[in-house]
DNA sequence: TCATTGGCATACATAAGTGTATGTTGCGTC
DNA sequence: GACGCAACATACACTTATGTATGCCAATGA
């Protein structure tokens, strides 16, 4: 299955994996390395500490996430469609992640600095589609805001999948926003 | 200061406290006891299991969240005041325990459950507020929850104080929300 | 071919936690 | 004034984790 040899990143891609299904508290060095069948000589051959590989994880996710889904749905030209993208955006690959990473956020304060920065990121995204679609300078930095907050929110909820708009109710607020 | 003799309303306080500090990795027996200055062997005279103890924390928040500051204020009369309140909730006493609840959540199936019975509660209401004022039944229904998850959203941002909506945002936002 | 290096194993010391069994103390109560 | 119980303390066995020191081995390039 593997190589027989690790490099650091399947270190990093195991992390995320574990964040993304069982939290933060996964992140240590022995359960780690009992998953990839090694010891933790490997796990301190390729990192300092755990502060160290704590890091380097936020990192690595920092990094898939700057050109990531949510961007992508938002730079779409529909605005229906990436409203729709952005409200409904639940376990579509990535959000489950994200859920651990906010969660890690409020106990690390790193984590919390780059947890800030995309989100901050991806608001002026969400304002230039308002903009795009003719919503005025202060309603879109207003509106994107309460969008984005939303689509956080909901995913933050325990059962997001309990709380699906349907596509009508979409539409409904999709007008809404953009003012038609 | 604590009296010599504790209750277990005592270990729940506390552990409420923690929680809220420090995140649901501080609800654990022993530096508890320290911090009550007593030993584990109070603890495990107060509660079976750190699970058993788990649950029962999880009932006290649940007791004191039934009838709380969100859903007084969404109570109010003045719409303006309501959806002022909703969107700016956050570290207004207990909104930090909130997010520290939220986050287990993300990790602990039962805390998971209570916090959707609390969110459902909410949201309806929330969508009685709009109701009230004027607000098609459908669209109450989808904007409450749109409303409410922004809050959330807003108040699980790593730095919710960065991120605050002026007087005349929220005015602007309470007119497009009411239809007026 | 041989010294170096990356990738890991092994062993040890230490820390922090759980759970359990049993002893102790104070206080109401009959 | 002995009884019983609530509220602890104490001691022990166990588990799971970190960090560090050191050794092994296979590949690789001079």
């Not at 574990?18 to 939290?23: F, I, N, Q, V």
């Not at 508290?25 to 780690?32: H, K, N, V």
């Not at 051959?45 to 300092?48: G, I, M, N, Y």
């Not at 959000?95 to 994200?98: C, F, I, P, S, Y």
């Given at each position: 299955?593997?190589?027989?040899v690790?490099?650091?990143?399947?270190w990093?891609d195991?992390?995320?994996q574990?964040?993304?299904?069982?939290?933060y508290?996964?992140?240590?060095?022995?359960?780690?390395a009992?998953?990839?069948?090694?010891?933790?000589?490997?796990?301190y051959?390729?990192?300092?500490s755990?502060?160290?590989?704590?890091?380097?994880?936020?990192g690595?996710?920092?990094?898939?996430?700057?050109?990531?889904?949510?961007?992508?749905?938002?730079?779409?030209?529909?605005?229906?469609?990436a409203?729709?993208?952005?409200?409904?955006l639940?376990?579509?690959s990535g959000?489950?992640?994200?859920r651990?990473?906010r969660?890690?956020?409020?106990?690390?304060?790193l984590?919390?600095i780059?947890?800030?920065?995309?989100d901050?990121?991806?608001?002026?995204?969400?304002?230039?589609?308002?903009?795009?679609?003719?919503?005025?300078k202060?309603?879109?930095?207003?509106r994107s805001?309460?969008l984005y907050?939303?689509a956080?929110?909901?995913?933050?909820?325990?059962?997001p999948e309990?709380?699906l708009l349907?596509k009508?109710?979409?539409t409904?607020?999709?007008?809404?926003?953009?003012?038609?």
């Open positions: 299955m593997q190589p027989p690790l490099g650091t990143d399947d990093l195991l992390a995320l574990e964040l993304k299904d069982h939290g508290g996964a992140l240590r060095a022995l359960p780690l009992k998953k990839l069948k090694v010891t933790r000589g490997s796990f051959h390729h990192f300092e755990l502060e160290a590989f704590h890091k380097a994880v936020i690595h996710w920092a990094e898939r996430s700057s050109g990531d889904l949510i961007k992508a749905s938002l730079e779409a030209d529909d605005p229906q469609m409203l729709n993208d952005l409200l409904q639940t376990l579509r959000a489950q992640l994200e651990a990473v969660s890690w956020a409020t106990v690390h304060p984590v919390a780059e947890v800030e920065k995309i901050d990121a991806r608001i002026k995204t969400a304002e230039r589609l308002l903009l795009r679609n003719g919503v005025t202060s309603a879109a930095a207003t805001k309460v907050w939303a956080i929110g909901r995913m933050m909820l325990p059962f309990h709380n349907t009508n109710e979409i409904k607020l999709t007008s809404l926003m953009l003012g038609k």
